[in-house]
């Protein structure tokens, strides 16, 4: 009877709350695209703050050079 439950009619919205429960497939491609963009953003920060690492060990090396 399980397959044919939709024939004897009855309730929309409480058939519709219960086969349709748990996120859309947009939910889904927005919380995956939320998170590669997270990622991204890490790896950028980590980049950026290397690069300004490296900027500064240069910046001391140029000082002491000139002031050595």
């Known amino acids: 009877m399980g397959a044919f439950s939709w024939l004897k009619g009855g309730n929309d919205r409480q058939l519709a709350a219960t086969s349709y429960s ?6 889904t491609a927005d919380r995956k695209k939320q998170a590669k963009a997270r990622k991204t ?4 920060v ?3 703050a290397r690069a300004g690492e490296a900027w500064e060990d240069d910046d001391r090396r140029r ?3 000139r002031h050595g």
């Open 22 to 27: 748990g996120p859309s497939a947009s939910e």
């Open 46 to 48: 980590a980049k950026a």
């Open 63 to 65: 000082e002491r050079r």
């Open 41 to 44: 953003r890490a790896k950028d």
